[in-house]
């Protein structure tokens, strides 16, 4: 089975500042996705970026992007230029393209709090 | 596009009652719906998995007699919690999968249980 472990519960970061929050997974499989996901005290759900395993360029949206090391097993997230509004839970998701409708695996999650 | 609601926001009932919770997506067919569970500060507890039209595929530990699925039509699948007992407050959520848009889950706001 795959799992995806965030290892750092909380992370803080001054406004207008970078900051990479890590995740790395386990899976045998060859294709899949992976995504980050945040979670702002609304608790909505809400896409961040998205990464197609066989994609070897890695994905940007604005002042997200992410270092995706496929061998290393590896999905961080960079966050340039921090904001207010970026603080939140920040969930790395795995998801199998197999069959159909596969689950999407969590991690644990990562606390980032924005100090201005 | 790609919305997906859910009702209501938060309810309260009393331990021994049962409580639906709807999940619609507003724009697109489901062909998937899954529900999760949130504990405070925690990450998403898959619950189960739901195809429309057919049984739902719980996860290993969530009693299927409890927590029962339905999932009637392309655009709506419900949650009911059943005989309610305090330990099942919480905060429980849907997603929704379109089939296509790159393997990504549309998630709904949350609905939060308190069993009194």
């Known amino acids: 089975a795959q799992t995806v472990t965030q290892s750092q519960p909380e992370m803080s970061v001054q406004e207008a500042e970078t900051v990479t929050l890590s995740c790395t997974y386990d899976?045998?499989?060859?294709?899949?996705?992976l995504f980050w996901y945040k979670q702002p005290p609304s608790r909505q759900m809400i896409l961040v970026i998205r990464?197609?395993?066989?994609?070897?360029q890695n994905a940007t949206e604005n002042r997200f992007s992410v270092n995706f090391q496929k061998a290393a097993k590896s999905f961080s997230l960079k966050i340039s230029d921090s904001q207010l509004g970026d603080a939140a839970m920040y969930f790395c998701?795995?998801?199998?393209?197999?069959?159909?409708?596969?689950?999407?695996?969590f991690g644990k999650g990562t606390k980032l709090t924005v100090n201005p | 596009g790609a919305v997906v609601s859910q009702h209501p926001s938060w309810v309260i009932c009393k331990s021994g009652t049962s409580v639906k919770i709807e999940c619609r997506s507003l724009?697109?067919?489901?062909?998937?719906m899954f529900w999760y569970r949130q504990f405070p500060k925690q990450s998403l507890m898959l619950m189960a998995t739901?195809?429309?039209?057919?049984?739902?595929?719980?996860e290993q530990g969530v009693e299927k007699d409890k927590f029962l699925i339905n999932h009637a039509s392309l655009t709506l699948s419900t949650l009911t919690v059943t005989s309610a007992h305090p330990e099942d407050s919480s905060f429980y959520i849907c997603?929704?999968?379109?089939?296509?848009?790159?393997?990504?889950?549309?998630f709904g706001p949350g609905t939060r249980l308190t069993v009194t």
């Open positions: 997603s929704a999968d379109t089939g296509t848009s790159g393997y990504e889950q549309y």
């Open positions: 899976t045998s499989e060859s294709d899949y996705y």
């Open positions: 990464q197609e395993a066989y994609k070897q």
């Open positions: 998701a795995y998801r199998s393209v197999r069959g159909g409708s596969e689950k999407l695996v």
């Open positions: 724009d697109f067919q489901a062909t998937t």
């Open positions: 739901s195809n429309e039209g057919s049984k739902a595929t719980y």
